[in-house]
């Protein structure tokens, strides 16, 4: 098996392990964007699982996400990861210890981009975990947000311009981020309460982080509209739909939604696209 090829294929099988919810539209790409895609997840998954870790202490997240931001920023060099990693060996997950096998499924015609914007959110990640995550207001969130999840529909746009000129909102791509990321808040909160973390801004009850949720997925539809490509229509329009079903699940007093629930989702998606 020729290196690219086992890259492709490492790439898919971790993807497919490590997040089932992108793992079912990246698969719809059509070939080069399928590719940039999926390294573009799994970079920005390799950083976000430093940012969750739940054993690692502050001051080692930090290190690693700023150190992580300034080796992106520069030409890619593996054997620098290499070197930062190698003293977190057995307490990093597999999709971070590969973070350079990632980059290398990247075409080379946008790696650039998605180098910029992963460096980008490690910073941001690295000052949050400094700030110890202590949301004060809606101003803070939306920051946060952007942080972790705008970003990847900032990225996820210039990709799209990149494979055929489709153009799409970047404003609204970074509501589409915040709205899933909102959703996954409510999802997660009561594990992240257990853990000393909390998400919502002080005085926030679930009412006003179901709104925040609601408003930011009300762009994110606004946002597909101007995507005419069926390809990159079904990406979206996938993770949305599972989006738009969680909070309604989770506003109905649900943990989630059932899995006929997700399959009636996902294939009425693909099916109208």
């Not at 490509?229 to 738009?244: G, Y």
């Amino acid at each position: 098996m020729s290196e690219t090829k086992y890259l492709n294929k490492n790439a898919r099988d971790t993807l497919k392990a490590t997040s089932r919810t992108f793992y079912i539209p990246i698969s719809h790409l059509a070939k080069g964007l399928q590719e940039a895609v999926a390294s573009a997840y799994l970079c920005m998954r390799a950083i976000d699982e430093i940012e969750d870790h739940p054993k690692l202490q502050s001051k080692d997240k930090s290190h690693l996400l700023f150190s992580i931001s300034q080796i992106l920023q520069k030409p890619f060099h593996e054997n620098e990861l290499t070197a930062l990693f190698q003293p977190y060996q057995s307490q990093l997950p597999k999709v971070t210890l590969q973070l350079a096998e990632w980059i290398k499924v990247c075409p080379e015609t946008i790696v650039d981009k998605v180098l910029e914007s992963t460096s980008i959110m490690a910073k941001g990640m690295a000052e949050w975990v400094n700030k110890d995550w202590k949301i004060q207001n809606e101003e803070d969130l939306d920051q946060y947000t952007y942080y972790v999840a705008g970003l990847v529909g900032v990225m996820l746009t210039d990709i799209w311009k990149w494979y055929d000129q489709t153009d799409a909102d970047e404003h609204l791509a970074i509501a589409f981020g915040r709205g899933l990321q909102a959703v996954n808040i409510l999802r997660n909160h009561h594990e992240d309460k257990d853990r000393g973390v909390s998400f919502f801004p002080d005085g926030w009850k679930l009412e006003d982080m179901f709104a925040y949720a609601s408003r930011n997925l009300e762009l994110a539809d606004q946002y597909v509209k101007d995507i005419k490509n069926d390809s990159i229509l079904k990406f979206c329009k996938i993770p949305l739909a599972l989006a738009h079903g969680t909070l309604q699940a989770l506003m109905n007093g649900k943990e989630k939604m059932s899995r006929l629930e997700v399959i009636k989702a996902v294939g009425k998606v693909v099916g109208n696209v």
